[in-house]
Nanobody, 123 residues
């Protein structure tokens, strides 16, 4: 069974950068699509970004395009979310999730979830 452990969350000032990591254990990530999701207070959980198992295909929510970058290092069994030019509206609990195969990341179709890490963007 795949387990995901997130790190990198915390408090950051607007305009600064933060990198989230999602490390897998138990099973290699080589054959999983990985998505980042977030849930802000009072809002539904939403997709942020997705990367295919090979790392060759990515997509992003319109709200983060040009600012966030998803990447993966299968040798390290880790997926990253580089977040630049952070805005207060990026404040949320961020989750990584995995789906078997090379499918697009859909909220209700993910097979495994991390516990989430809080990102707070504030002065």
């Amino acid at each position: 069974q795949l387990q995901l452990v997130e790190s990198g969350g915390g408090l950051v000032q607007p305009g600064r950068s933060l990198r989230l990591s999602c490390a897998a254990s138990g099973v290699t990530l080589d054959y999983y699509s990985i998505g980042w999701f977030r849930q802000a207070p009072g809002k539904e959980r939403e997709g942020v970004s997705c990367i295919s198992s090979s790392g060759r295909s990515t997509n992003y929510a319109d709200s983060v395009k040009g600012r966030f970058t998803i990447s993966r290092d299968n040798a390290k069994n880790t997926v990253y979310l580089q977040m630049n030019s952070l805005k207060p509206e990026d404040t949320a609990v961020y989750y990584c999730a995995a789906r078997n195969g090379n499918s697009w990341c859909r909220l209700n179709d993910m097979d495994y979830w991390g516990k989430g890490t809080l990102v707070t963007v504030s002065s």
